[in-house]
């Protein structure tokens, strides 16, 4: 326990002077924190804004998530991932708002296939050849709104790994669900997505 | 015997990943260096890849920032 008053300070002289450093060190530790926190903002941000489903909730989300963080500096762990870090609270914050589970949509026979995509594409263009043409017949509108399409406990795992550049491990560590569901929601939700998009861009019906 | 390219198909997903083993790899990749249909397939999903992540890119609003950097705590 701290002493407060002059006289028992006065007792303990020599670990007065150590209490001193050990409060200076720790406050050197903490700005250090901080700062590494602020510089990834940004990446942050990025992932944020297409695990929730606006601009306003990411903002609200990563403030939470920062306000969080600079309050409970000391339970990281320097030298491990802490955008990582800043994610699973983020996630959980994210739950603690009342997100719920959401079940795939029944479309499995669309899905059924990873070339889906390209050959509807492919279908609805003349004398298509190049694949990047391809791509470019899907605006960046079209995309924004097919991923925030995509139900969220398949979209989180995208986000995480395809945008944010996430290991299928620490997706795993983030959302706290085994890497094996990573890797399957992750194959599913792609599928998904190009589903979206076929429908977006080339009108497919659901 | 499976068809070859609905096996293709099967590894794209893993391949992109780089997630395949050594032996798997080489024969995606000897299955690709001779099957254009699969060959578009992939780039193409390459590309997609490439492209979603630009564009659901959004920069942070300089606002945000700022809120932020005043929510660290003071030194005393």
């Not at chain 1, 990411?58 to 800043?86: C, H, I, K």
């Not at chain 1, 791509?135 to 944010?164: C, K, M, N, W």
Request: charged share 35%; hydrophobic share 35%; with cysteine.
């Amino acid at each position: 326990m701290a002493t407060d008053t002059d006289e028992e300070l006065d007792d303990v002289e020599p670990s007065e002077d150590e209490a001193a450093q050990r409060i200076a060190g720790q406050a050197r530790d903490r700005v250090r924190f901080e700062e590494e926190a602020l510089g990834l903002a940004d990446q942050v941000y990025r992932v944020a804004r297409h695990l929730t489903g606006s601009r306003e909730e990411a903002e609200d989300l990563v403030q939470e998530t920062y306000s969080r963080a600079f309050r409970s500096w000391r339970s990281y762990q320097p030298g491990t991932n802490m955008r990582a870090w800043l994610l699973r609270i983020l996630t959980n914050l994210n739950i603690d708002r009342g997100r719920r589970s959401q079940r795939a949509p029944q479309t499995q026979a669309l899905e059924a296939n990873d070339y889906f995509l390209y050959d509807r594409l492919a279908e609805n263009s003349d004398g298509l050849s190049d694949e990047d043409r391809v791509v470019e017949r899907l605006s960046q509108d079209d995309i924004v709104a097919a991923l925030s399409a995509v139900p969220h406990d398949f979209r989180d795992v995208i986000v995480l790994v395809d945008i944010g550049d996430f290991s299928y491990q620490d997706a795993a560590q983030i959302l706290d669900i085994p890497i094996g569901t990573v890797m399957s929601r992750l194959h599913r939700g792609r599928r998904i997505l190009k589903r979206q998009l076929a429908e977006t861009a080339v009108g497919e019906e659901a | 015997m499976k068809d070859p390219c609905a096996h293709c198909e099967e590894m794209m997903q893993p391949y992109l990943d780089r997630i395949l083993t050594e032996e798997e790899m080489v024969e995606a990749e000897a299955h690709l260096s001779e099957c254009e249909y699969c060959r578009r397939r992939y780039r193409f999903e390459e590309s997609l890849r490439v492209y979603v992540r630009q564009a659901v890119t959004e920069q942070m609003p300089a606002e945000l920032r700022l809120k932020l950097a005043s929510l660290r705590i003071p030194l005393d």
